[in-house]
């Protein structure tokens, strides 16, 4: 591998409200936390798999027209 092409991989913590997860990234931020000795970089997100409406099953399917209904009868499925 050639020396100097990639880039650096920080220490970060992503923080969504209440919910954080340590993890490596190039990202950078101003707000840095010491966590056993070493540095991270502390950025905060505004909507993670912690607080997103699909992963949390707060979403819902809206079928304004009948999508689903025209394809279960075209293909003999019922549901």
């Given amino acids: 591998m050639k020396d100097g092409i990639h880039p650096v991989n920080n220490p970060v913590i992503f923080k969504d409200g209440e919910h954080e997860f340590i993890t490596r990234s190039t990202a950078k931020s101003g707000e840095t936390r010491e ?3 070493v540095t991270h970089y502390v950025i905060h997100l ?3 798999a912690f607080t997103h409406p699909f992963f949390t099953g707060k979403q ?3 079928d304004t027209e009948g999508r689903v209904d025209r394809f279960r009868k075209r293909y003999g499925l019922r549901g």
């Fill in 35 to 37: 966590i056993d000795g």
């Fill in 46 to 48: 505004d909507i993670s």
């Fill in 60 to 62: 819902k399917i809206i």
